[in-house]
């Protein structure tokens, strides 16, 4: 088993936590049937790159997509043909002698032409950004690390303070602001969040948020960020622990505290290993995937501070982590590497979630998502991270 797996089931394996009244348990028996239009596997008809898959994204031009892999430690990219179906064009792996930094590639995001892709690198705690040249080619542009291997920093018991200069050590999740002027990294083992300025021609890393005035408590090791429509408001789950800290985003692009969410010990404990957080369309509402307790929690935002609204739960949420609200706002789709297929919850006009409705294959073949992308109105992009697959599915 690949270091990347090991650390990851520490990410993903936990106990199910009970519920209370604000809560409720849903069951998914009934399958509604998914059609796998394409399917890539690792090794297979000449595909590589696709080992563990753990992000995939569409550009926004809608014309590439681009997956990471934990394992192959790489980065591919796909064409997306005028009948409206991928076309591989290639890979880059791990290769830090040509200045390519990819070990254990967890999260990916391109900007609007596709042409520049910026990766999360976990193990080899970096922000690299590569150059689709062409529309074929992908080519390493530059890269932010440290450069620390990872017994040092995974394994040491020695404080990583004095080393850690850039803090993206066990980056995990990268995103970009809607303008596209910053990037915006969570790295879990740094315990903060880097902020990357983007010029035409550069990228230059701003600053690094730990703990700001106000903040009672530090990120809790984030693993995943939401930017409100508006982009005024950053949202930040801190894995270990459990704790959403939200901050107010400033026109430059500072932040500053607004407020913090972790558990009452005398209430149900709704934050358990967040591992991915999306917001509403109009950010009134965000949702939190824990891994720890198979449940997504809804937050709304009432009398000047977000709050618990409730969480739902199902077997079908064993591990999860991914998470993806529908480009229309109507739905939230959700998958968990522990789990088979993946869950399609209505959003009710209260931000709430229904009943989902259970997804997969006629022989539910589809198993393990770690991650899921729209690619059209009735089209998804899923990673099978242990079956080393992407799949293009049309929707039932």
Partial sequence: MSLVKKYASLLWSYVYLSFVLSSFLLSANTLEKM?????????VAGIDGLDNPRSVKRSKDGKFVFVVSGDDNALASF????????????????????????????????????????VASFYDGALSIFELHNNATLKPS???????????????????????????LGAWEVIKSHDE????????????VIICNVGTNSIELSSQVKRLAAQPKSLGNPVSMALSSSGDRLFVAGFEGNTMTIFNRHEDGTLTFFQQLENNPDLEKVLSNPQK?????????????NAGSKSIAVFSYENDAYKHKHSVYAEELNGVGALLLSKNGQYV???AEHGHGILQFKVQKNGALSSPKYLNTADNSITGVSSIEQLDE??????????????LVQLP
Wanted: charged letters at 20%.
């Fill in 333 to 335: 789709f959700a998958a």
């Fill in 79 to 118: 064409k997306v043909t005028s009948d409206g179906l991928l076309q591989p064009l290639g890979f880059l792996k791990s290769t830090p002698s040509k200045g390519i930094y990819l070990e254990g590639a967890s999260s990916v995001v391109s900007f609007s032409q596709g042409t520049r892709i910026a």
């Fill in 35 to 43: 059609l796998v239009i394409q399917k890539f596997k690792d090794g």
């Fill in 378 to 391: 009735q089209r998804l992009l899923l990673t099978g991270a242990k079956a080393d697959t992407l799949y």
């Fill in 181 to 192: 002027k910053q990037l915006l990294v969570a790295s879990y083992k740094s315990d903060s």
């Fill in 277 to 289: 957080v999306i917001t509403s369309t109009d950010a009134k509402h965000f949702y939190v995937a």
């Fill in 142 to 168: 530059k890269s932010f690390s440290d450069h620390l291997p990872p017994n040092v920093v995974f394994k040491s018991k020695d404080s990583l303070s004095k080393i850690d200069r850039m803090g993206l």
